[in-house]
């Protein structure tokens, strides 16, 4: 016999925020943007608020809560050198800050790690930083039926324990396209979020960074939040009419780095967990930064990565062999 669900038995819930408007809790949230834009620093200031039981950006002074903890887990920036002292400089009590080790063992989504270090510390936001970094070796983003099991797996995650799980994923290079269309991989990524928000400069010499909500399922768009940064600490100042769509248009031809450097910087980061990983989904990572075959390859080369047939035919690059270091997060 199946196993059915009566709807008249299921008690109405009022949706969770951990962040009103913008990171729902128990759900999935994806924060987007180009590298450099300030989207980690954008986590520092939002857990050092956490963590110290402050308002967040856009609620009333006076909204205060308890601290709660939090878990970040980076694949590109160093714990000791980068992400204390972004933490520092903002204020967070970093008692209430965790990281799990991945010295020996590399996360991934379908990793046990993370349910258990959420319900460990009683953590209320997990972070991934960047996304692809742990999506799992051999699975190819690009392709719905692989990334839809591990996205489902980490939906799971955050509904059973109540903690807002945020992926923070570098935009592709399809201009012209709706800002719903400009995150890496099959659009099941994008689907899979209840919560999809925009970091971007209008231009990218100016001071300010805006924070535009691109997909809500669970409330109308919240405004678009205006930062500055400095000294490692960003500062709300205020909100702008500006939508996703529009803030996209407004930076066509800002960003023009050249393809090599992007290329290498890509790669770095799919390679960051010490796993190989399909060649396919890295010249598919690098297609949609507008990236060919030939610099991708050339990049591999200049990085020492290696490669591998697989039984099925298939190519997979190899990370390159080096001891992995990682700090604790405490003192």
């Known amino acids: 016999m199946n196993d059915l669900i009566n709807m008249n038995d299921v008690v109405t819930e009022e949706v969770a925020w951990l962040w009103p408007g913008y990171i729902p809790a128990g759900k999935l949230t994806i924060v987007r943007g180009n590298p450099g834009e300030g989207k980690t620093m954008l986590m520092m200031h939002v857990i050092s608020r956490l963590t110290q039981g402050r308002p967040l950006p856009g609620e009333p002074d006076d909204a205060f809560r308890d601290p709660v903890n939090c878990i970040y887990q980076t694949a590109e920036d160093g714990l000791g050198d980068t992400i204390k002292p972004r933490l520092e400089a903002n204020g967070a009590d970093c008692s209430r800050v965790f990281v799990i080790d991945e010295t020996k063992d590399p996360l ?9 270090a959420i319900r460990e510390t009683k953590a209320k936001l997990f972070i991934l930083d960047p996304l692809q970094a742990y999506l799992g070796a051999g699975v190819d983003m690009y392709r719905a039926n692989e990334v839809r099991p591990q996205f489902h797996t980490l939906k799971v995650i955050a509904e059973r324990t109540g903690c807002a799980i945020v992926l923070i994923e570098h935009l592709n290079k399809m201009k012209g396209m709706k800002a719903i269309s400009r995150g890496l991989g099959s659009m099941d990524i994008t ?9 971007a400069k209008p231009k990218a010499k100016d001071p300010e960074v805006y924070l535009a909500p691109v997909k809500s399922n669970l409330t109308a768009l919240s405004p678009t939040l205006v930062f500055t940064v400095e000294d490692n600490r960003m500062f709300l100042e205020g909100t702008s009419d500006m939508t996703a769509d529009e803030l996209l248009e407004s930076t066509k031809g800002e960003y023009k780095k050249t393809k090599l450097p992007l290329a290498e910087e890509l790669i770095s980061g799919l390679m960051a967990l010490g796993k190989e990983v399909s060649a396919s989904s890295v010249y ?3 297609k949609a930064h507008g990236i060919s075959e030939r610099t991708a390859n050339e990049a591999k080369k200049n990085l ?16 390159p062999k080096r001891e992995t270091e990682q700090l604790s997060i405490q003192d």
């Open 108 to 116: 991934s989504f379908s990793d046990e790690r993370i349910e258990a």
């Open 191 to 199: 689907g899979a979020a209840r919560s999809v928000l925009l970091l």
């Open 304 to 319: 020492g990565i290696d490669s591998k047939k697989q039984k099925d035919g298939s190519w997979a690059w190899l990370p």
């Open 284 to 286: 598919g990572l690098l």
